[in-house]
């Protein structure tokens, strides 16, 4: 007998949604980074623990949106929780004040929604502190079970999976055991490429721009051709991206390429091209292809 059974990650920008998805799947399937707003799509990975298979969405993080970006963002992320079988809300400890978190607690109470809470980032705090914060949260009423865990020194991270092999229904295996993501292979480059102009680029600019990838070509000799967009609003974005005679473009496509090739295993021909297309966040082309809905 299998069980198989699906979980949405959902939680304030930066609680660490991405870093335990991978850690749970075992293979980088989301991009994370240090900063805010890093996913802006719906993931969807696959984790096996022995007989079990979850489904685990990971969500853009959810913040008070401003922009049409923004809004489709936090809708795809609060769209989740209907699509699963369980909600696990994931909060930066240190964060577990923050107005976000606020706003996310009484949404979910509003909705008569029940959820998981994952503590997340203990490693930041002094372990006296737990017991007091995690029964503050707890009289919310609206978690069933609370965890500690450190998604980055995989801390109490084995006592949740126990928990999910427990919890997940009895069912038939959706995916493949061998499958990790159901990410096409061409949003999971553009979003490499996306996480290194984060890691690259500072301030606001990584907000204002989008990679796509265009066309995608496999070689007899196993090689991969990649084309990809970035998609920026105005002319100086262009020139920030490029750099000094093009160095900063360089890096950031060597880094991709270099991570692209280990995740393909295959040789990877990278060329990135840079457009300017100053109105590109209210083009309902680039929400198609970030599967995010334009109409928010
Ligand atoms: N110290 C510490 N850092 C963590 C932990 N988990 C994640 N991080 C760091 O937190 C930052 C954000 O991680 P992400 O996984 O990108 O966070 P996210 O919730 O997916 O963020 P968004 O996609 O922007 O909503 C990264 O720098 C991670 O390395 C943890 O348990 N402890
Ligand atoms: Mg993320």
New binding site residues.
């Given amino acids: 007998m299998t069980n198989c059974g699906s979980i949405a990650?959902i939680?304030?920008?930066?609680?660490?949604?991405?870093?335990?998805?991978?850690l749970l799947v075992g293979a980088k399937v989301?991009?994370?980074?240090?900063?805010?707003?890093?996913?802006?799509t719906r993931i969807t990975g696959v984790a096996m623990f022995d007989d079990t298979q979850v489904v685990i969405v990971?969500?853009?993080?959810?913040f008070q949106p401003k922009k049409r970006l923004d809004r489709a963002m936090v809708s795809s992320a609060w769209s989740s929780i209907d699509d699963v079988d369980i909600v696990c809300l994931?909060m930066?400890i240190s964060k577990h004040k923050h107005k976000d978190n606020e706003i996310i607690i009484e949404t979910i109470k509003k909705q008569n929604k029940k959820c998981v809470l994952l503590l997340?980032?203990?490693?930041?705090i002094e372990k006296e502190k737990l017991l007091t914060i995690t029964e503050n949260l707890w009289e919310h009423g609206i978690f069933t079970d609370v965890f500690m865990?450190?998604?980055?020194?995989n801390?109490g991270v084995d006592s949740f999976i126990e928990w999910l092999k427990q919890n997940i229904p009895n069912g038939e295996y959706i995916y493949d055991p061998e499958d990790v993501s159901n990410v096409p292979n061409t949003l999971l480059s553009a979003e490499i490429t996306r996480e290194k102009i984060f890691l690259n680029i500072h301030e606001e600019l990584p907000y204002s721009l989008t990679v796509e990838t265009e066309s995608w070509e496999n070689f007899k000799n196993g090689d991969i051709k990649l084309n990809q967009v970035i998609f920026v609003e105005k002319e100086n974005h262009r020139s920030i991206l490029l750099g000094k005679k093009g160095e900063k473009i360089k890096q950031i496509g060597k880094l991709a390429r270099q991570e692209l090739s280990s995740i393909f295993d295959a040789k990877v021909h990278l060329f990135i091209h840079i457009k300017v297309k100053p109105n590109w966040q209210n083009d309902m082309d680039r929400y198609k292809n970030m599967n995010l809905n334009f109409s928010n």
């Avoid at 991009?31 to 996913?39: A, N």
């Avoid at 990971?58 to 959810?62: A, L, W």
């Avoid at 865990?149 to 020194?153: E, M, Y």
């Fill in positions: 990650i939680g304030a920008p930066n609680a660490g949604k991405s870093t335990l998805t991978n989301s991009i994370v980074t240090h900063k805010v707003q890093t996913t802006r990971d969500t853009p993080g959810i994931l930066d997340n980032k203990i490693d930041t865990i450190s998604a980055t020194t801390s």
